[in-house]
């Protein structure tokens, strides 16, 4: 549906949201130049606490301690990010009958670990993605062109067809983007994907795609194709017999059921973890000081990890104060998903429908995520025995 199509330099026009400033500029390396401008005068400038700075992005809520640099990458992502946005908003006005995403802004955490080029002997490290991805693709264009393209990326033997398709592989190492939601700022590695997430916002009562096999309603053919793609790809554990949708979430079904491999330590402790994000949530909390600061007026919360300012900003700042999900049953209330599937398996002895490994959870027209029990009354038409649960109002899709 969508062509890729990148904006031409001399077309674009890149805001910068430092503050209150209201520059505009025309390159990725007319806008980089402005922000550091930005930066310099930022880190220069004397604080009340020594060695914290606050990112000034407008909806941005950061805190860095003692490292610059971290500061400078955050801000540099900001800027890559900017130009994202600005490719979704073309790839809106060029299809005018996408519906609006009502998400909020958000910006995905980056590390100067994740900037480092690791093809073969080759070590650079940038603290500028932008700067990053180029320098990257750059090592694809030095390549020949022959039948058999081979992948020099460390731990990978990947062989593409063209350089093209090796490009588009090597954002699998990257995590490059090529578009950005101009609402909600999510991104995304083709602008088909970008479409994809558009038309997910269409209100359920307009979805006119019926999937013949479980009655789900989509608002596009596409969306439609890719659920029923899932259908006939499902695969079963051979350790316990839960059925997954693809053979990637089957992976990880394996991985954090079934393996007690843990290949990641902790250099500070004798822990060791099955992934690196884990890792990093957990190394936070060996940090000495209170790393993070609630960036709301007059509320004076501390905590050692992002994950936990985060949690407290969703519990204490974010919409109304309701909680998000309810008991179908006894009307209880709980402010996450797993919490409330742990009252339903303790207190109500409810067990996840047969072939499936966890609870989903629907939203309900009053905004609350309830039980979806359409997934009891599925298995129970095909045969399989299930215990159903009291019926639950229901609108939309979500997996706690």
Known sequence: MAHRQRAKSS???LACEWGVCTFAGKSVEEISDHING????HLSSPTNEPGVRQ???R??????????NDLIIHVNYHCYHTRLKYAGTRLRERYKDLPPCSGENYIPDITQDSLVCSWKDCDYTFNHPEWFYRHVNMHTDCIDNTSRIVCCWKGCAAECKSKHRLRDHLRVHTQE?????????????????FIDHAMRQIAEDQHRFMCQLCEKHYGSERLLRDH???HSSRAQCPHCGVISATQSSLKTHVKYRHSEERPFPCDFCSRRFKDPYDLQKHVEIHNEDLAYYCSFDSCGFTARSLQSIRQHHKRAHEGTGLSGYICHICEKCFSWGHTLTTHLRKVHGLSCPPGRSRFSYKRGGDGHWRLNTADYKTASDSGQNSTSPAPAEAVSNSQE
């Open 11 to 13: 077309a674009l026009m």
């Open 228 to 230: 029923v793609r899932g």
């Open 55 to 57: 990112c000034l992005w």
């Open 38 to 41: 930005h930066l310099k005068e």
């Open 59 to 68: 909806g941005c809520e950061l805190w860095v301690m003692y490292n610059p």
């Open 177 to 193: 983007r090529v578009v950005a939601c101009p609402s909600c700022g999510l991104i995304f590695s083709s602008n088909t994907k």
